[in-house]
């Protein structure tokens, strides 16, 4: 079973740019979460989605960043008109669900996708 | 506000050490909570987690941590560290009470240096 993939691994954009992040979760998987890693700080979460559904956004930038994630296809995190204050690392977890039908608390992270904003 | 705090920025200890990696949190109800690892340029790999039952848990490379309710701690150990144990740590705790999402909140990460 594939882990959590993450493309491009690298991604580098001017300034103006729109950067596009993309997520496969993990086989079964329909739960994705985004989180985002500055230079040396922790992660922040940025959204929750379900497939085809925007859960929590509570973590995301009010402009400029938008998240989807398809009935069919990966997940994506959208960042348009990038500013050097994008720079950072981006990652995604994946959750499945458990045999009660409800969502679990274990997370799966993908490598990330680091992002230089130039 | 919900927090963790992981107030080291870095741990030294000598191989063969044992080390002790501290994490608190501030954080409603009964937190589900766990430790990542994460070498340079790589993704989070999944240490150990506390959900609920014996206040020790064990995880991989020999890792376990210390559940303290009363203190709102959850410290990392290893008994005898590694070389290979050199990288980043990052302590996470996802609230139980989150309206069915389970977001983690995450430490600032503590690096952990491994002296041969």
């Known amino acids: 079973n594939a882990g959590v993939m993450q493309n491009p691994r690298h991604l580098v954009r001017r300034r103006g740019q729109e950067a596009r992040l993309r997520c496969s979760p993990m086989k079964g998987h329909s739960h994705v979460y985004w989180y985002r890693q500055l230079p040396e700080e922790g992660l922040k979460f940025m959204v929750y989605?379900?497939?085809?559904?925007?859960?929590?956004e509570s973590g995301m930038p009010k402009e400029r960043f938008s998240a989807e994630f398809p009935k069919e296809g990966p997940s994506i995190l959208r960042i348009q008109q990038v500013v050097r204050g994008d720079s950072a690392a981006y990652f995604c977890?994946?959750?499945?669900?458990?045999?009660?039908?409800?969502?679990?608390?274990?997370?799966?992270f993908g490598p990330g996708t680091r992002l230089t904003v130039t | 506000a919900q927090s963790v705090a992981q107030p080291e920025d870095q741990v030294n200890v000598a191989e063969g050490n044992p080390l002790t990696v501290k994490c608190t949190y501030s954080v409603s109800g009964n937190p589900y909570l766990f430790w990542y690892v994460q070498y340079p340029n790589r993704g989070l790999q999944f240490l150990l987690k506390y959900i609920t039952g014996d206040n020790l848990v064990k995880g991989s490379y020999g890792f376990e941590a210390e559940f303290n309710k009363s203190q709102t701690s959850f410290h990392l150990k290893k008994p005898s560290a590694l070389v290979s144990d050199s990288a980043l740590y990052f302590c996470a705790v996802s609230p139980s009470d989150t309206s069915g999402t389970y977001k983690y909140i995450f430490g600032t990460g503590t690096r952990l240096k491994v002296l041969a």
């Open positions: 977890a994946s959750s499945p669900i458990t045999g009660q039908g409800e969502l679990s608390y274990e997370q799966y």
């Open positions: 989605l379900q497939k085809e559904n925007i859960i929590d």
